[in-house]
């Protein structure tokens, strides 16, 4: 708009050096530019070490425009349009580098290669005596708006790509506090059942036969499993569990629970 004389609509009158203002109104279109291109495409987690190149070339840039203003020197402001531009390059890179990890970076690259190609030969190279695109302003302006309606779409795009990665993460984050869950009520009554088991062991003063048996027992095996893990026969092992249970006193326990049932009303079992 400035090169066709158009901010004249607004009140805003052309300078001398009307070369100038126009690179540092690229410095600051630039800039607003890159920092789009940081948060959209999420730089910061894929490279974060980016910045650290851009941000300097952007101080850098900035520096050339303002001396291209205090000693009026033309080439101190191409200079200047160079390293603005070949920011907006790093992040195309980037964008392009980002392919085969995210769908939305293919937006932006598409998005902002005819336009920076444009601007390239109308900024650089045409303001050194390269003919390479003969490019105009209406180019720019109409890519410009191409570059608009694709990065609108995109942005949609990364919308919607940002709420379905929160609603997977919702998802994976439930199945595993599902998972923490079970595992620590496992833990828990493995834990009740162990200290149980020390407790009757040491209360009964029990063997290490005696130990290993009620350990089978708790387990859950059977007299079969338990006879081969302790090399000896079922009937030995149905012997030893008699011993172990009057030990503990378990068969008068189920006596007194059977006594209990017995004077309870039928009523409460229809």
Known sequence: FYNDGLLGLFGIASTENSFLLQSLLLWVAVGFSALFASKYLNLEEFFPKLKFITSPLLVVAGGLVISAFLMD?????YTAN?????????????????????????????ASFIPLVFAIDFFVLKNIGINFLSTDTVHIKVAGLVEMLILTYAI?????????????RQTEMRIFLKRQETLNRQSAVKLMEEVYLENLIMH???????????????????????????????????????????????????????????????YLYN
């Open 82 to 110: 160079f390293v603005s531009l070949s920011i907006l390059g790093c992040y195309f890179v980037a964008g392009v580098l980002l392919f085969s990890k995210k769908n939305y970076a293919k937006f932006y690259a598409i």
């Open 204 to 266: 009964y003063d029990l063997d290490g036969l005696q130990i290993k048996l009620l350990q089978y027992i708790s387990e859950g095996k059977d007299n079969a499993k338990i006879a081969r893990k302790l090399k000896t026969t079922e009937q030995e092992i149905e012997f030893l569990t008699k011993e172990l249970y009057n030990k503990l006193e378990i068969s008068e326990q189920i006596q007194e629970d059977y006594r209990l049932l017995d004077t309870q009303p039928d």
């Open 156 to 168: 949609v795009y990364r919308m919607r790509a940002i709420k379905e990665e929160h609603v997977l």
């Open 73 to 77: 020197n033309t080439v101190t402001g």
